[in-house]
């Protein structure tokens, strides 16, 4: 396989937060999130998010998330989405967005 079809064989799409909770069942402090990826539907994430994001502020906001991984169980909440980060310089989560208002549902290329 090559580079641009291992990126072709991955799904980052655009995403909206429209509900947000902590896990509290976690091991690792982390976030119940529902994200709206328009024509995909909602589908839930788990995420290690609580150094730099409230619930209240991540609710509205658009994301990048990796919809096609499987679900995996966290806490025995299902993780359907990745919701990609990249680490500051204290190693803190920093979530990816697009710039601008952009649909829920357009797939990253």
Do not use: C, H
């Amino acid at each position: 396989m090559t580079g641009l079809e291992a990126f072709e064989a991955l799904d980052l799409r655009v995403g909206r937060i429209v509900r947000a909770e902590p896990n509290e069942k976690a091991r690792k402090p982390a976030y119940k999130l529902w994200v709206d990826l328009g024509p995909l539907g909602v589908r839930t994430s788990s995420a290690q998010l609580t150094e730099l994001y409230t619930p209240e502020g991540l609710q509205g906001r658009l994301v990048i998330a990796a919809v096609n991984l499987g679900v995996r169980r966290i806490a025995g909440f299902p993780s359907e989405v990745l919701v990609l980060g990249v680490p500051d310089a204290e190693g803190r989560v920093v979530l990816l967005a697009p710039e601008r208002e952009v649909p829920p549902g357009g797939r990253v290329f």
